[in-house]
Protein backbone atom coordinates (compact mmCIF):
# COMPACT_ATOMS: atom_id res chain seq x y z
CA UNK A 1 0.00 0.00 0.00
CA UNK A 2 3.21 2.54 0.89
CA UNK A 3 4.36 1.65 -2.41
CA UNK A 4 0.92 2.70 -4.58
CA UNK A 5 0.95 6.12 -2.71
CA UNK A 6 4.75 6.56 -2.92
CA UNK A 7 4.65 5.92 -6.78
CA UNK A 8 1.53 8.64 -7.56
CA UNK A 9 3.35 11.19 -5.06
CA UNK A 10 6.70 10.43 -6.95
CA UNK A 11 5.04 10.78 -10.36
CA UNK A 12 3.47 13.98 -9.19
CA UNK A 13 7.31 15.53 -8.01
CA UNK A 14 8.70 14.57 -11.25
CA UNK A 15 5.93 16.42 -13.07
CA UNK A 16 6.86 19.39 -10.84
CA UNK A 17 10.21 18.95 -11.52
CA UNK A 18 9.96 19.33 -14.86
CA UNK A 19 8.76 23.01 -14.51
CA UNK A 20 11.81 23.69 -12.75
CA UNK A 21 14.84 21.92 -14.08
CA UNK A 22 15.82 22.60 -17.44
CA UNK A 23 18.65 20.70 -17.68
CA UNK A 24 17.88 16.91 -19.15
CA UNK A 25 20.99 15.08 -17.01
CA UNK A 26 19.48 16.66 -14.08
CA UNK A 27 16.17 15.48 -14.55
CA UNK A 28 17.61 11.98 -15.17
CA UNK A 29 19.96 11.99 -11.94
CA UNK A 30 16.67 12.89 -9.88
CA UNK A 31 14.58 10.04 -11.62
CA UNK A 32 17.44 7.96 -10.85
CA UNK A 33 17.76 8.87 -6.93
CA UNK A 34 13.67 8.82 -7.11
CA UNK A 35 13.69 5.25 -8.28
CA UNK A 36 15.80 4.10 -5.94
CA UNK A 37 13.57 5.71 -2.95
CA UNK A 38 10.58 3.31 -4.30
CA UNK A 39 12.20 0.63 -4.15
CA UNK A 40 13.19 1.04 -0.87
CA UNK A 41 9.76 2.31 -0.07
CA UNK A 42 8.65 -1.46 -0.91
CA UNK A 43 11.40 -3.44 0.52
CA UNK A 44 9.93 -1.36 3.83
CA UNK A 45 6.16 -2.63 2.87
CA UNK A 46 7.56 -6.24 2.38
CA UNK A 47 10.06 -6.05 5.90
CA UNK A 48 6.92 -4.85 8.07
CA UNK A 49 4.02 -6.68 6.39
CA UNK A 50 3.51 -9.72 8.38
CA UNK A 51 4.37 -13.01 6.42
CA UNK A 52 1.35 -15.03 7.54
CA UNK A 53 -1.89 -13.16 7.07
CA UNK A 54 -2.37 -10.76 4.01
CA UNK A 55 -3.66 -7.28 4.55
CA UNK A 56 -6.86 -6.17 3.33
CA UNK A 57 -7.46 -2.75 2.22
CA UNK A 58 -10.18 -0.24 0.98
CA UNK A 59 -13.19 -2.96 1.82
CA UNK A 60 -10.51 -5.78 1.23
CA UNK A 61 -10.53 -4.43 -2.73
CA UNK A 62 -6.86 -4.55 -2.15
CA UNK A 63 -5.39 -7.67 -0.86
CA UNK A 64 -1.77 -7.67 0.42
CA UNK A 65 0.20 -10.45 0.26
CA UNK A 66 3.93 -11.92 -0.26
CA UNK A 67 3.81 -12.58 -3.55
CA UNK A 68 2.10 -9.29 -4.05
CA UNK A 69 5.06 -7.65 -2.22
CA UNK A 70 8.25 -9.58 -3.57
CA UNK A 71 6.50 -8.78 -7.51
CA UNK A 72 6.42 -5.62 -6.67
CA UNK A 73 9.47 -5.06 -5.16
CA UNK A 74 11.29 -7.14 -8.21
CA UNK A 75 9.57 -5.61 -10.93
CA UNK A 76 10.64 -2.06 -9.15
CA UNK A 77 14.53 -3.80 -8.72
CA UNK A 78 14.09 -3.94 -12.53
CA UNK A 79 12.75 -0.20 -12.99
CA UNK A 80 15.53 1.02 -11.30
CA UNK A 81 17.94 -0.98 -13.62
CA UNK A 82 16.40 0.36 -16.41
CA UNK A 83 16.41 4.09 -15.56
CA UNK A 84 20.37 3.37 -15.09
CA UNK A 85 20.69 2.13 -18.53
CA UNK A 86 18.36 3.78 -20.42
CA UNK A 87 18.11 6.79 -18.78
CA UNK A 88 20.10 8.52 -21.29
CA UNK A 89 18.68 7.59 -24.05
CA UNK A 90 15.13 9.19 -22.61
CA UNK A 91 16.79 12.36 -23.02
CA UNK A 92 17.04 12.23 -27.00
CA UNK A 93 13.33 11.48 -27.15
CA UNK A 94 12.16 15.25 -26.62
CA UNK A 95 11.75 17.97 -24.96
CA UNK A 96 9.47 16.89 -22.02
CA UNK A 97 12.04 14.26 -20.21
CA UNK A 98 10.54 14.94 -16.32
CA UNK A 99 7.33 14.23 -17.76
CA UNK A 100 7.72 10.68 -19.31
CA UNK A 101 9.23 9.69 -16.00
CA UNK A 102 6.53 10.97 -14.16
CA UNK A 103 4.34 8.44 -16.53
CA UNK A 104 7.01 5.98 -15.78
CA UNK A 105 6.55 6.44 -12.20
CA UNK A 106 1.90 6.21 -12.65
CA UNK A 107 3.07 3.35 -14.61
CA UNK A 108 4.44 1.58 -11.67
CA UNK A 109 1.16 2.57 -9.87
CA UNK A 110 -0.44 0.74 -11.70
CA UNK A 111 1.74 -2.22 -11.37
CA UNK A 112 0.94 -2.04 -7.75
CA UNK A 113 -2.11 -2.16 -8.20
CA UNK A 114 -2.49 -5.23 -10.32
CA UNK A 115 -0.22 -6.96 -8.02
CA UNK A 116 -2.61 -7.26 -5.49
CA UNK A 117 -5.98 -6.21 -6.45
CA UNK A 118 -8.43 -8.12 -4.93
CA UNK A 119 -11.59 -6.56 -6.88
CA UNK A 120 -12.26 -6.73 -10.60
CA UNK A 121 -13.32 -2.70 -10.28
CA UNK A 122 -9.58 -2.57 -9.22
CA UNK A 123 -8.40 -4.91 -11.82
CA UNK A 124 -10.05 -2.98 -14.51
CA UNK A 125 -8.04 1.06 -12.61
CA UNK A 126 -4.80 -0.99 -12.25
CA UNK A 127 -4.77 -1.86 -15.90
CA UNK A 128 -6.07 1.76 -16.81
CA UNK A 129 -3.93 3.12 -15.32
CA UNK A 130 -1.09 0.88 -16.49
CA UNK A 131 -2.03 1.40 -20.21
CA UNK A 132 -2.69 5.06 -20.38
CA UNK A 133 0.49 6.94 -19.81
CA UNK A 134 1.94 4.17 -21.92
CA UNK A 135 -0.36 5.58 -25.10
CA UNK A 136 1.41 8.98 -24.64
CA UNK A 137 4.89 7.38 -24.78
CA UNK A 138 4.15 5.56 -27.55
CA UNK A 139 3.99 8.61 -29.51
CA UNK A 140 6.58 10.72 -27.86
CA UNK A 141 8.72 11.19 -30.81
CA UNK A 142 6.65 14.01 -32.21
CA UNK A 143 9.38 14.17 -35.17
CA UNK A 144 8.49 10.68 -36.20
CA UNK A 145 5.22 9.52 -37.82
CA UNK A 146 5.78 5.80 -36.65
CA UNK A 147 5.98 6.98 -33.40
CA UNK A 148 2.19 8.60 -33.78
CA UNK A 149 0.76 5.81 -35.78
CA UNK A 150 1.67 3.80 -32.98
CA UNK A 151 -0.07 5.66 -30.33
CA UNK A 152 -2.80 6.01 -32.28
CA UNK A 153 -3.07 1.73 -32.87
CA UNK A 154 -2.01 1.45 -29.02
CA UNK A 155 -4.88 3.86 -27.96
CA UNK A 156 -7.27 2.68 -30.46
CA UNK A 157 -6.83 -1.74 -29.44
CA UNK A 158 -6.05 -0.93 -25.96
CA UNK A 159 -10.10 0.93 -25.88
CA UNK A 160 -11.40 -2.05 -27.71
CA UNK A 161 -9.72 -4.59 -24.85
CA UNK A 162 -11.10 -2.57 -22.23
CA UNK A 163 -14.35 -2.26 -23.44
CA UNK A 164 -14.46 -6.39 -23.61
CA UNK A 165 -12.82 -6.54 -20.03
CA UNK A 166 -15.91 -4.37 -18.59
CA UNK A 167 -18.16 -6.43 -20.77
CA UNK A 168 -16.56 -9.65 -18.71
CA UNK A 169 -16.95 -8.31 -15.89
CA UNK A 170 -20.60 -7.43 -15.66
CA UNK A 171 -21.15 -10.96 -16.96
CA UNK A 172 -18.94 -11.98 -13.65
CA UNK A 173 -21.58 -9.93 -11.32
CA UNK A 174 -24.29 -11.03 -12.91
CA UNK A 175 -23.20 -14.63 -12.32
CA UNK A 176 -22.70 -13.79 -8.99
CA UNK A 177 -23.03 -10.50 -7.70
CA UNK A 178 -20.46 -9.96 -6.53
CA UNK A 179 -16.59 -7.53 -7.78
CA UNK A 180 -14.68 -9.54 -5.54
CA UNK A 181 -12.46 -11.73 -6.93
CA UNK A 182 -12.66 -14.37 -3.97
CA UNK A 183 -16.43 -15.30 -4.76
CA UNK A 184 -15.50 -16.47 -7.95
CA UNK A 185 -13.53 -19.13 -6.58
CA UNK A 186 -16.72 -20.86 -5.46
CA UNK A 187 -18.43 -21.51 -9.02
CA UNK A 188 -18.19 -25.00 -9.75
CA UNK A 189 -18.18 -26.86 -13.29
CA UNK A 190 -21.30 -28.90 -12.67
CA UNK A 191 -23.42 -26.15 -12.58
CA UNK A 192 -21.77 -23.23 -14.19
CA UNK A 193 -23.42 -20.09 -15.21
CA UNK A 194 -23.56 -19.63 -18.70
CA UNK A 195 -22.86 -15.49 -17.76
CA UNK A 196 -20.21 -16.67 -15.63
CA UNK A 197 -18.33 -18.55 -18.54
CA UNK A 198 -18.92 -16.20 -20.93
CA UNK A 199 -17.68 -13.43 -18.27
CA UNK A 200 -14.27 -15.45 -17.98
CA UNK A 201 -14.08 -15.92 -21.86
CA UNK A 202 -14.49 -11.97 -22.68
CA UNK A 203 -11.65 -11.13 -19.40
CA UNK A 204 -9.50 -14.00 -21.13
CA UNK A 205 -9.57 -12.43 -24.58
CA UNK A 206 -9.51 -8.82 -22.91
CA UNK A 207 -6.27 -9.96 -21.06
CA UNK A 208 -4.98 -11.55 -24.12
CA UNK A 209 -4.89 -7.91 -25.56
CA UNK A 210 -3.13 -6.78 -22.97
CA UNK A 211 0.02 -9.64 -23.04
CA UNK A 212 -0.13 -9.85 -26.69
CA UNK A 213 -1.32 -13.49 -26.51
CA UNK A 214 -2.44 -14.33 -30.20
CA UNK A 215 -4.20 -13.88 -32.17
CA UNK A 216 -4.95 -10.45 -29.96
CA UNK A 217 -1.60 -9.92 -30.81
CA UNK A 218 -2.00 -7.58 -34.09
CA UNK A 219 -0.96 -4.56 -31.96
CA UNK A 220 2.28 -5.32 -30.81
CA UNK A 221 4.81 -5.45 -33.75
CA UNK A 222 3.40 -1.76 -35.21
CA UNK A 223 3.28 -0.57 -31.58
CA UNK A 224 6.68 -2.18 -30.61
CA UNK A 225 8.49 -0.76 -33.56
CA UNK A 226 7.52 2.83 -33.99
CA UNK A 227 7.63 3.59 -30.05
CA UNK A 228 10.67 5.01 -29.55
CA UNK A 229 12.94 2.40 -28.31
CA UNK A 230 13.50 3.70 -24.94
CA UNK A 231 10.05 3.32 -24.08
CA UNK A 232 9.55 -0.11 -26.17
CA UNK A 233 11.75 -1.93 -23.66
CA UNK A 234 9.45 -0.55 -20.49
CA UNK A 235 6.58 -2.19 -22.74
CA UNK A 236 7.87 -5.46 -23.10
CA UNK A 237 9.35 -6.09 -19.78
CA UNK A 238 7.90 -4.51 -16.66
CA UNK A 239 4.48 -3.74 -18.13
CA UNK A 240 4.13 -6.71 -19.54
CA UNK A 241 4.67 -9.09 -16.89
CA UNK A 242 2.83 -7.07 -14.75
CA UNK A 243 -0.46 -8.06 -17.14
CA UNK A 244 0.50 -11.37 -16.39
CA UNK A 245 0.98 -11.42 -13.11
CA UNK A 246 -2.69 -9.70 -13.32
CA UNK A 247 -3.91 -12.47 -15.26
CA UNK A 248 -1.94 -15.41 -13.53
CA UNK A 249 -3.55 -13.78 -9.62
CA UNK A 250 -7.33 -13.75 -11.72
CA UNK A 251 -7.68 -17.10 -12.92
CA UNK A 252 -5.69 -19.18 -9.88
CA UNK A 253 -7.63 -17.24 -7.01
CA UNK A 254 -11.04 -17.19 -8.44
CA UNK A 255 -11.14 -19.63 -11.72
CA UNK A 256 -8.82 -22.40 -10.61
CA UNK A 257 -11.63 -24.58 -9.54
CA UNK A 258 -13.23 -24.40 -12.99
CA UNK A 259 -10.09 -24.63 -14.66
CA UNK A 260 -11.14 -27.46 -17.09
CA UNK A 261 -13.73 -25.10 -18.64
CA UNK A 262 -11.15 -22.52 -19.82
CA UNK A 263 -7.75 -24.62 -20.02
CA UNK A 264 -8.71 -25.90 -23.38
CA UNK A 265 -9.43 -22.60 -24.79
CA UNK A 266 -6.47 -20.95 -23.11
CA UNK A 267 -4.17 -23.76 -24.38
CA UNK A 268 -5.15 -23.12 -28.03
CA UNK A 269 -4.32 -19.25 -27.42
CA UNK A 270 -1.03 -20.24 -25.92
CA UNK A 271 -0.09 -22.77 -29.03
CA UNK A 272 -1.33 -20.01 -31.16
CA UNK A 273 0.88 -17.66 -29.24
CA UNK A 274 4.10 -19.59 -30.08
CA UNK A 275 3.59 -20.39 -33.50
CA UNK A 276 2.69 -16.73 -34.49
CA UNK A 277 5.27 -15.20 -32.09
CA UNK A 278 8.34 -17.58 -33.55
CA UNK A 279 7.58 -18.21 -36.84
CA UNK A 280 7.06 -14.43 -38.34
CA UNK A 281 10.50 -13.63 -36.12
CA UNK A 282 12.31 -15.67 -38.47
CA UNK A 283 11.00 -13.09 -40.93
CA UNK A 284 11.96 -9.96 -39.75
CA UNK A 285 14.75 -8.24 -41.11
CA UNK A 286 14.73 -5.55 -38.28
CA UNK A 287 16.40 -6.30 -35.09
CA UNK A 288 13.93 -4.41 -33.26
CA UNK A 289 11.25 -5.90 -34.96
CA UNK A 290 12.26 -9.68 -34.40
CA UNK A 291 12.38 -8.57 -31.00
CA UNK A 292 8.98 -7.41 -31.03
CA UNK A 293 7.48 -10.69 -32.48
CA UNK A 294 9.96 -12.53 -29.89
CA UNK A 295 8.19 -10.62 -27.48
CA UNK A 296 4.98 -12.68 -28.60
CA UNK A 297 6.58 -15.75 -28.96
CA UNK A 298 7.59 -14.94 -24.61
CA UNK A 299 4.34 -14.93 -23.94
CA UNK A 300 3.26 -17.84 -24.71
CA UNK A 301 5.55 -19.35 -22.47
CA UNK A 302 4.25 -16.97 -19.27
CA UNK A 303 1.09 -18.74 -20.60
CA UNK A 304 2.24 -21.90 -19.67
CA UNK A 305 2.01 -20.32 -15.61
CA UNK A 306 -1.75 -19.43 -16.21
CA UNK A 307 -2.48 -22.50 -17.77
CA UNK A 308 -0.60 -24.22 -14.60
CA UNK A 309 -3.12 -24.19 -11.71
CA UNK A 310 -0.58 -25.17 -9.07
CA UNK A 311 2.21 -23.62 -6.73
CA UNK A 312 5.14 -24.00 -9.30
CA UNK A 313 3.39 -21.68 -11.65
CA UNK A 314 3.49 -18.75 -9.11
CA UNK A 315 7.14 -19.20 -9.12
CA UNK A 316 7.25 -19.58 -12.80
CA UNK A 317 5.71 -16.30 -13.67
CA UNK A 318 7.92 -14.60 -10.96
CA UNK A 319 11.31 -15.93 -12.08
CA UNK A 320 10.31 -15.15 -16.07
CA UNK A 321 9.13 -11.98 -15.15
CA UNK A 322 12.19 -10.89 -13.89
CA UNK A 323 14.93 -13.04 -15.67
CA UNK A 324 12.98 -12.10 -19.25
CA UNK A 325 12.72 -8.49 -18.48
CA UNK A 326 16.83 -7.95 -17.29
CA UNK A 327 17.55 -9.78 -20.33
CA UNK A 328 15.11 -7.94 -22.69
CA UNK A 329 16.53 -4.53 -21.46
CA UNK A 330 19.95 -5.53 -21.89
CA UNK A 331 19.37 -6.40 -25.40
CA UNK A 332 17.63 -2.73 -26.36
CA UNK A 333 20.48 -0.87 -24.40
CA UNK A 334 23.17 -2.07 -26.93
CA UNK A 335 20.46 -2.03 -29.80
CA UNK A 336 19.85 1.48 -28.93
CA UNK A 337 23.94 2.24 -29.13
CA UNK A 338 23.61 1.61 -32.93
CA UNK A 339 22.76 3.43 -35.61
CA UNK A 340 21.04 0.57 -37.93
CA UNK A 341 18.75 -1.59 -36.25
CA UNK A 342 18.49 -4.57 -38.77
CA UNK A 343 20.91 -7.54 -38.63
CA UNK A 344 23.75 -5.67 -41.03
CA UNK A 345 23.88 -2.93 -38.38
CA UNK A 346 25.28 -5.65 -35.94
CA UNK A 347 28.14 -7.05 -38.57
CA UNK A 348 31.41 -7.02 -37.15
CA UNK A 349 30.68 -5.81 -33.73
CA UNK A 350 32.84 -8.09 -31.65
CA UNK A 351 35.60 -7.08 -33.36
CA UNK A 352 34.43 -2.97 -33.09
CA UNK A 353 32.89 -3.53 -29.16
CA UNK A 354 33.63 -6.81 -28.08
CA UNK A 355 32.20 -6.19 -24.93
CA UNK A 356 28.82 -5.16 -26.35
CA UNK A 357 29.22 -8.19 -28.29
CA UNK A 358 29.36 -10.62 -25.27
CA UNK A 359 26.82 -9.11 -22.85
CA UNK A 360 24.89 -9.09 -26.21
CA UNK A 361 25.34 -12.73 -26.66
CA UNK A 362 24.67 -13.65 -23.21
CA UNK A 363 21.01 -11.60 -23.07
CA UNK A 364 20.12 -13.50 -26.21
CA UNK A 365 21.32 -16.88 -25.10
CA UNK A 366 18.59 -16.30 -22.13
CA UNK A 367 15.69 -15.43 -24.14
CA UNK A 368 16.71 -18.11 -26.22
CA UNK A 369 16.69 -20.16 -22.85
CA UNK A 370 20.20 -21.75 -23.24
CA UNK A 371 21.08 -23.36 -19.87
CA UNK A 372 23.24 -21.25 -17.40
CA UNK A 373 21.00 -18.09 -17.96
CA UNK A 374 17.62 -17.11 -16.01
CA UNK A 375 16.09 -17.26 -18.85
CA UNK A 376 16.61 -21.22 -19.01
CA UNK A 377 15.56 -21.26 -15.42
CA UNK A 378 12.35 -19.51 -16.18
CA UNK A 379 11.01 -21.88 -18.84
CA UNK A 380 11.85 -25.05 -17.06
CA UNK A 381 9.56 -23.92 -14.01
CA UNK A 382 6.69 -22.91 -16.61
CA UNK A 383 7.38 -26.03 -18.22
CA UNK A 384 7.67 -27.92 -14.93
CA UNK A 385 4.51 -26.13 -13.84
CA UNK A 386 2.19 -27.63 -16.82
CA UNK A 387 3.26 -30.81 -16.55
CA UNK A 388 2.45 -31.03 -12.94
CA UNK A 389 -0.91 -30.13 -13.88
CA UNK A 390 -1.36 -33.12 -16.67
CA UNK A 391 -3.05 -33.71 -19.61
CA UNK A 392 -1.16 -30.80 -21.39
CA UNK A 393 1.83 -33.04 -22.55
CA UNK A 394 1.53 -31.72 -26.51
CA UNK A 395 1.80 -28.47 -25.73
CA UNK A 396 5.01 -28.99 -23.94
CA UNK A 397 5.92 -30.96 -26.70
CA UNK A 398 4.77 -27.95 -28.89
CA UNK A 399 6.52 -25.41 -26.36
CA UNK A 400 10.07 -27.39 -27.03
CA UNK A 401 9.55 -27.19 -30.58
CA UNK A 402 8.87 -23.93 -30.96
CA UNK A 403 11.63 -23.21 -28.49
CA UNK A 404 14.02 -24.59 -30.66
CA UNK A 405 13.11 -22.30 -33.47
CA UNK A 406 13.38 -19.28 -31.56
CA UNK A 407 17.68 -19.94 -31.53
CA UNK A 408 17.53 -19.76 -35.34
CA UNK A 409 16.86 -16.25 -35.89
CA UNK A 410 18.50 -14.78 -32.02
CA UNK A 411 21.73 -16.83 -33.46
CA UNK A 412 20.94 -15.10 -36.39
CA UNK A 413 22.56 -11.81 -34.67
CA UNK A 414 25.57 -13.62 -32.76
CA UNK A 415 26.39 -14.69 -36.13
CA UNK A 416 26.39 -11.43 -37.71
CA UNK A 417 28.39 -9.86 -34.64
CA UNK A 418 31.46 -12.43 -34.52
CA UNK A 419 31.08 -14.11 -37.96
CA UNK A 420 29.89 -11.15 -40.39
CA UNK A 421 32.70 -8.74 -41.69
CA UNK A 422 31.39 -5.20 -41.41
CA UNK A 423 31.56 -2.00 -39.50
CA UNK A 424 28.74 -1.88 -36.84
CA UNK A 425 28.50 2.25 -36.61
CA UNK A 426 27.37 3.55 -32.86
CA UNK A 427 26.02 6.79 -32.12
CA UNK A 428 28.29 7.59 -29.46
CA UNK A 429 30.85 5.90 -28.09
CA UNK A 430 30.31 3.38 -24.75
CA UNK A 431 31.52 4.96 -21.39
CA UNK A 432 32.91 2.79 -19.63
CA UNK A 433 30.05 3.53 -16.68
CA UNK A 434 27.73 2.31 -19.24
CA UNK A 435 29.99 -0.94 -19.81
CA UNK A 436 30.07 -1.62 -15.87
CA UNK A 437 26.28 -1.34 -16.22
CA UNK A 438 25.91 -4.01 -18.77
CA UNK A 439 28.18 -6.34 -16.83
CA UNK A 440 26.15 -5.88 -14.37
CA UNK A 441 22.86 -6.77 -15.82
CA UNK A 442 24.84 -9.81 -17.58
CA UNK A 443 25.74 -11.13 -14.33
CA UNK A 444 22.23 -10.77 -13.17
CA UNK A 445 21.20 -12.92 -15.96
CA UNK A 446 23.80 -15.70 -15.15
CA UNK A 447 23.11 -15.24 -11.07
CA UNK A 448 19.38 -15.89 -12.08
CA UNK A 449 20.38 -19.14 -13.95
CA UNK A 450 22.69 -20.56 -11.36
CA UNK A 451 20.86 -19.54 -8.60
CA UNK A 452 17.08 -19.29 -9.12
CA UNK A 453 16.32 -19.48 -5.40
CA UNK A 454 17.49 -16.03 -4.87
CA UNK A 455 14.44 -15.18 -7.11
CA UNK A 456 11.94 -17.19 -5.04
CA UNK A 457 13.29 -16.40 -1.58
CA UNK A 458 10.70 -14.65 -0.49
CA UNK A 459 7.74 -16.67 -1.54
Given at each position: ????????????????????????????????????????????????????????????MLRIDRYALWFSTLMTGVT???????????????????????????????????????????????????????????????????????????????????????????????????????????????????????????????????????????????????????????????????????????????????????????????????????????????????????????????????????????????????????????????????KDYTYDGFNGLAKKEPLLA??????????????????????????????????????????????????????????????????????????????????????????????????????
Amino acid sequence: MKAIIAATILGIVMMFAGLQMKNKSSVVTLAIVLAFLLLGVNIWDLVTTPATAPVGYFNNMLRIDRYALWFSTLMTGVTVLYTLLVGKEIQKVGLHVAEYFALIFFILCGVYILSCYNNMLMLFLGIEILSIPQYILAGSDKKNLKSSEASLKYFLMGAFSTGILLMGITLLYGATGSFNIVAYSFLQSDALNPLALGGIIFVMIALGFKVSAAPMHMWTPDVYDGSPTPFTAFMATVVKASAFFAFIRLFQISFGSISSQWTIVLSVITAATLLIGNLTAVFQQSVKRMLSYSSIAQAGFMLFAVLAVNAVAWQGIIIYAVAYSIATIGIFTVLMKLKDYTYDGFNGLAKKEPLLAFVTTIFLFSLAGIPLTGGFMAKYYVIQAVMLQGQLLWLVIFGLLMAAISVYYYFRVIIAMYFKEGNADLHAPVTQGEKVLLVITCGLVILIGIFPQLILINI
